[in-house]
């Protein structure tokens, strides 16, 4: 599956994928890793993690800067 890059910002912000606010909930580590962007030089790797809700939301993050991150989904994840 291709990912895509839904956010970058300062900790905290108001990051959502979908319908959920990302600071608002705990992340569980997946135990899975992803290289983003994918097939550059330039791809830096990324801990899959999933918020347990009633609709399970996954996705890749890593803080890239001091309280800055970026946030991926699979193509396929919760709408924007």
């Avoid at 890059?5 to 997946?30: C, F, M, N, S």
């Avoid at 801990?47 to 991926?72: C, K, M, N, Q």
Wanted: glycine share 8%; aromatic share 14%; net charge negative.
């Amino acid at each position: 599956m291709a990912w895509r890059r839904i956010h970058i910002g300062h900790e905290k912000d108001d990051a959502t994928i979908g319908w959920l606010r990302v600071w608002d909930h705990e992340w569980r580590p997946t135990g899975a890793s992803v290289f983003l962007p994918p097939n550059t030089p330039a791809a830096s790797q990324f801990e899959i993690y999933e918020v347990l809700t009633p609709l399970p939301v996954r996705f890749a993050a890593r803080e890239i800067s001091a309280g800055v991150w970026s946030f991926w989904t699979e193509d396929g994840g919760p709408p924007e």
